[in-house]
T-cell receptor, first 113, second 115 residues
Framework: QKEVEQDPGPLSVPEGAIVSLNCTYS??????FMWYRQYSRKGPELLMY????GNKEDGRFTAQVDKSSKYISLFIRDSQPSDSATYLC?????????????FGSGTRLLVRP | EAGVTQSPTHLIKTRGQQATLRCSPI?????VYWYQQALGLGLQFLLW???????NRGNFPPRFSGRQFPNYSSELNVNALELEDSALYLC??????????????FGQGTRLTVV
């Protein structure tokens, strides 16, 4: 079992839809939870990060962490064609005396005009 | 302010050769991370350098190595290239005190193709 699981998609939605992207994980040592957006042929761009559990909102984006279920989500409201990209979750924590940062494999999102 | 810059953008090598990839972090950032992004596999952590020292290493063979220079720029060297080393190699930088590497900013990557 991978430490971080993420549905590769692609996820296709119409413009204006609410998008829900999710990751599950297996290691309870993860404390930091991040979402990155990666456009084709570009490096990942940090969207949001959360420490421990809870919600965080930034404009049209909301990140949620449920540590009891080992489940994190990114919601995008009023989705735009410019949101079409691959979204990567990442989780970090101290384990085996060192810090590990593990990325999901990414979900491709396509927002249709 | 300039972001993380990587060179070259593209690199084509033959099997068995060595590849050298370079990264310049954002000014003021002392930590540099290297990741491999192979098709369909997501980002795999390779190396973390901070203040010139190797702090952590991912699950890669010793032919993947690197270093960080006094100006905090970094090199990734891949020896004895294999076909499966073909991937996008990404460099990221962050301030030393970035909690949980949460302030890591990525470069555009170097696309390495081994033929």
């Amino acid at each position: 079992q991978k430490e971080v699981e993420q549905d590769p998609g692609p996820l296709s939605v119409p413009e204006g839809a609410i998008v829900s992207l999710n990751c599950t994980y297996s290691n309870s040592a993860f404390q930091y939870f991040m979402w990155y957006r990666q456009y084709s042929r570009k490096g990942p761009e940090l969207l949001m990060y959360t420490y421990s559990s809870g919600n965080k909102e930034d404009g049209r984006f909301t990140a949620q962490v449920d540590k009891s279920s080992k489940y994190i989500s990114l919601f995008i409201r009023d989705s735009q064609p410019s949101d079409s990209a691959t979204y990567l979750c990442a989780m970090g924590g101290f384990m085996d005396s060192s810090y590990k940062l593990i990325f999901g494999s990414g979900t491709r999102l396509l927002v249709r005009p | 302010e300039a972001g993380v810059t990587q060179s070259p953008t593209h690199l084509i090598k033959t099997r068995g050769q060595q590849a050298t990839l370079r990264c310049s972090p954002i000014s003021g950032h002392t930590s540099v991370y290297w990741y491999q992004q192979a098709l369909g596999l997501g980002l795999q952590f390779l190396l973390w350098y901070d203040e010139g020292e190797e702090r952590n290493r991912g699950n890669f063979p010793p032919r993947f190595s690197g270093r960080q220079f006094p100006n905090y720029s970094s090199e990734l060297n891949v020896n004895a290239l294999e076909l499966e080393d073909s991937a996008l190699y990404l460099c990221a930088s962050s301030p030393t005190d970035s909690p949980g590497h949460t302030e890591a900013f990525f470069g555009q990557g170097t696309r390495l193709t081994v033929v």
